[in-house]
């Protein structure tokens, strides 16, 4: 079945340390996009990407980095400079070139130990 | 800047009977598409139904329809027949197509409906 496996479900940070987020998706879509949900709110973009090798800062870049290096795959650093990165993560994918709706994956709920 | 409002952010219905929910939008943009999504409790992301900003027809997927006023920026979400499985977050989303490498969602902060038996 086509889709986007984001990994792992539940990741736990300590303090100074950097995780990565997974996204991987078979829709052979061209864009992704890294969302970032907090209780309550709507979804923020941290970063996204229309083609392979390059990505652009979404609205709340501050503390993350991405890379997409293979068309599949766009995983999402929190760095130790986002300083409150508990929160709800959400990829998401697209075929921008037809204007395609986004494909989302299941999440990765992130929180700090 | 294009910015998505949904005024409402709780709803609740009772199984059966239709509710509507609201989306205002702002753009100066004439060419772009609508969203409305679902996140049920389970987190995932689901797309409802699309608006193409060109078509005058609102669009219907099963139990669901929209009320597209592109003058007065309107994109409400009508479900009828509730069903409790309908219980879940609404998101309404706005993409303006002409925005090149910057075709990105704008989001508005969601309604909250609850389906009740």
């Known amino acids: 079945d086509g889709g986007i496996t984001q990994s792992p479900k539940y990741l736990f940070r300590k303090e100074g340390q950097n995780v990565t987020l997974s996204c991987e998706q078979n829709?052979?879509?061209?864009?992704m996009y890294w969302y970032r949900q907090d209780p309550g709110q709507g979804l923020r973009l941290i970063y996204y990407?229309?083609?392979?090798?390059?990505?652009q800062k979404g609205d709340i870049a501050e503390g993350y980095s991405v890379s997409r290096e293979k068309k599949e795959s766009f995983p999402l650093t929190v760095t130790s400079a986002q300083k409150n990165p508990t929160a709800f993560y959400l990829c998401?994918?697209?075929?921008?070139?037809?204007?395609?709706?986004?494909?989302f994956g299941d999440g990765t709920r992130l929180s700090i130990l | 800047a294009q910015t998505v409002t949904q005024s409402q952010p709780e709803m609740s219905v009772q199984e059966a009977e239709t509710v509507t929910l609201s989306c205002t939008y702002d753009?100066?943009?004439?060419?772009?598409?609508l969203f409305w999504y679902k996140q049920p409790p389970s987190r995932q992301m689901i797309l409802v139904i699309r608006q193409e900003a060109y078509k005058q027809q609102n669009a219907t997927e099963n139990r669901f329809s929209v009320n597209f006023q592109k003058a007065a920026k309107s994109f409400s979400l009508k479900i009828s027949d509730s069903q409790l499985g309908d219980t879940a977050m609404y998101f309404c989303?706005?993409?303006?197509?002409?925005?090149?490498?910057?075709?990105?969602?704008?989001w508005g902060l969601g309604t909250s409906l609850a389906v009740n038996p």
């Open positions: 990407s229309q083609i392979v090798n390059d990505f």
């Open positions: 989303a706005f993409m303006n197509i002409n925005a090149g490498n910057n075709r990105k969602l704008i």
């Open positions: 998401a994918s697209s075929n921008a070139v037809n204007n395609q709706p986004q494909h």
């Open positions: 829709l052979n879509h061209d864009a």
């Open positions: 753009t100066s943009e004439s060419n772009y598409y």
